[in-house]
Structures are given as C-alpha cells and as structure tokens.
C-alpha cells in the first residue's frame, strides 16, 4: 500500500495511528454507510456495532438514531446475529459457552430461548463428536477422566452431558 490509507489492525478501516486525531464528521462515508459496510461482512450485534461506530462519532444519539433505523430496516438483527454466531460456534462449544458470549453482546435471555432450547436439543451430539476429535477413547483412570471432563467443560458442554458421554 501508498501513502498513510493503511488498513487498522481489525481491517474495519483506514488506520488512524499517526494522526493523533478522532475522525471528524464530515470525513468520509456516513454512519449509516460505515454499518451497514460492516453488516455486509457478517451480521453484528446492536452492541457491538455501537462500539465499532463509536469510533468515528462523540454523538452516542446519533449512533441510536441510525441503529434504530437498521433495525427497523431489517439490515441489523440481534436474532439473525444470534444464529449465526451459534451455527458457528456450535461444532466446537457447548451452549453454555455459546449462550454466554451471545449475552456477553448484550442479547436478553429472552431473547435467546428459542435458540437455547435447540442448542440443548444436539448438545449430546456435538459433545460426542468433539470428545471423539480430542480423545476418540474412554478414560483408562480417574486422573484421565479429570482430564477429559475438564476439557468439555472448558467447552462449555454441561456436567450431566459430560457424565453422560465418559460414564457410557
């Protein structure tokens, strides 16, 4: 690359490190452009947009303002944000884990029933397949079933799951 338009280290944008300055206002493509190039490359939370557009607006109103109409223009949802981030993650965690980070990015409880309950519903499965990727056979004695058990808790699989696939 020329010239000081170098990509931020998060490869969200231009990198401001030398100009010791936020960006103005003026500079550059809106709000709403900034968003909605991000929600072009995967979906986002409302929190974590807000965070991210934080950065080039001192207004928190006018980031309301123009999340509010993503919202309501269907551009940005907490639910689609919530699927995704699950189909992604539910291969390698257990729902504890994936419901945690999904809260984490402000996402209600209630909101994250409907996918809880699915979670919970291939929990087993998706255990199974990541102990037998890891491990593939039985703890031979207690010091290796600590081992095992503490790995697909570290995942986020829940201890009854867990009992459930070593005790077998």
């Given at each position: 690359m020329?010239?000081?338009?170098?990509?931020?280290?998060?490869?969200?944008?231009?990198?401001?490190?030398?100009?010791?300055?936020?960006?103005?206002?003026?500079?550059?493509?809106?709000?709403?452009?900034?968003?909605?190039?991000?929600?072009?490359?995967?979906?986002?939370?409302?929190?974590?947009?807000?965070?991210?557009?934080?950065?080039w607006c001192d207004d928190p109103a006018a980031i309301e303002a123009v999340l509010d109409e993503l919202?309501?223009?269907?551009?940005?949802?907490?639910?689609?944000y919530a699927q995704a981030y699950a189909h992604r993650a539910a291969a390698r965690q257990g729902a504890q884990r994936i419901l945690g980070a999904l809260r984490q990015q402000g996402?209600?409880?209630?909101e994250l029933a409907g996918l809880r309950d699915s979670l919970r519903a291939t929990e087993a499965d998706r255990a199974r397949a990541v102990w037998q990727r890891?491990?593939?056979?039985?703890?031979?004695?207690?010091r290796e079933y600590a081992r095992q058990y503490?790995?697909?808790?570290?995942?986020?699989?829940?201890?009854?799951?867990?009992?459930?696939?070593?005790?077998?």
């Open positions: 020329s010239g000081g338009d170098a990509a931020s280290p998060d490869g969200d944008g231009p990198s401001r490190r030398g100009s010791g300055a936020r960006p103005g206002a003026g500079s550059g493509p809106s709000l709403k452009a900034r968003a909605v190039a991000y929600l072009s490359r995967r979906e986002h939370s409302r929190q974590e947009l807000r965070r991210k557009l934080s950065a919202a309501r223009e269907h551009w940005q949802s907490d639910q689609r996402l209600a409880d209630d890891k491990f593939g056979q039985p703890p031979a004695d207690p503490r790995f697909m808790a570290g995942r986020g699989f829940s201890a009854d799951c867990i009992r459930r696939l070593l005790d077998r």
